[in-house]
């Protein structure tokens, strides 16, 4: 079956970065649209970042453009976020999503669990 | 960017009795609006997607209305394990989330 299991959250001290993992199975890595969403707390859901299927173009919430990196790894089916110069604003739980195809395009039909990140000094 | 204002914040019912959930966009998003349900510590549930169609899966007491501006998700007799958050999010101009209520039991 479908799963995505997020990991590397932590407590890290503003202005230093951090990385995240999103290991998938139970579908075809490399032909599904994969995105990060995080979730603040006490907030809604926020888009951060995508990495599209097939050439692979990515990108970018505003409130992380130049700050975070998202690539996917198909030799280990694993996805990443790279954050950097973090700032208490990004404390959130981070899930990986899958974005459907077809009608479900730019939906997410599947989704991990999240892992927290927390920014604090 | 496209605001989502869901309300009510929290739905307080007893297992059995309708839920109707609202989502207001702050312009049109055509149909381009799913919902999402959410547990503690488990992943979100997409539910219905443009507007009114359930995902696989779903069990037909979910529905979902609206177009435009104005969207209602409806439960038609809760069942205990349909109490949890639900979400809205809208594809039609990048793509954003509402701020979620919460169906608790009364």
């Known amino acids: 079956q479908v799963q995505l299991v997020e990991s590397g959250g932590g407590v890290v001290q503003p202005g230093r970065s951090l990385r995240l993992s999103c290991a998938v199975s139970?579908?075809?890595?490399?032909?599904?649209?994969l995105h990060w969403v995080r979730q603040a707390p006490g907030k809604g859901p926020e888009w951060v970042a995508a990495?599209?299927?097939?050439?692979?173009?990515?990108y970018y919430a505003d409130s992380v453009r130049g700050r975070f990196t998202i690539s996917r790894d198909a030799s280990n089916n694993t996805l990443y976020l790279q954050m950097s110069r973090l700032t208490t604003e990004d404390t959130a739980v981070y899930f990986c999503?899958?974005?459907?195809?077809?009608?479900?395009?730019?939906?997410?039909?599947?989704w991990g669990r999240g892992t927290l990140v927390i920014v604090s000094s | 960017e496209v605001v989502l204002t869901q309300s009510p914040a929290t739905l307080s019912l007893s297992p059995g009795e309708r839920a109707t959930l609202s989502c207001r966009a702050s312009?049109?998003?055509?149909?381009?609006l799913a919902w999402y349900q959410h547990k503690p510590g488990q992943a979100p549930r997409l539910l219905i997607y443009?507007?009114?169609n359930r995902a696989t899966g779903i069990p037909d007491r979910f529905s979902g209305s609206g177009s435009g501006t104005d969207f209602t998700l409806t439960i038609s007799s809760l069942e205990p394990e349909d109490f949890a958050v639900y979400y809205c999010?809208?594809?039609?101009?990048?793509?954003?989330f509402g701020g979620g209520t919460k169906v608790e039991i009364k």
């Open positions: 443009d507007a009114s």
């Open positions: 999503a899958r974005e459907g195809r077809g009608r479900l395009q730019d939906y997410f039909d599947y």
């Open positions: 999010q809208q594809r039609s101009n990048l793509l954003t």
């Open positions: 139970g579908f075809s890595f490399s032909g599904f649209g």
């Open positions: 312009q049109s998003v055509s149909n381009f």
């Open positions: 990495t599209s299927y097939g050439v692979g173009n990515d």
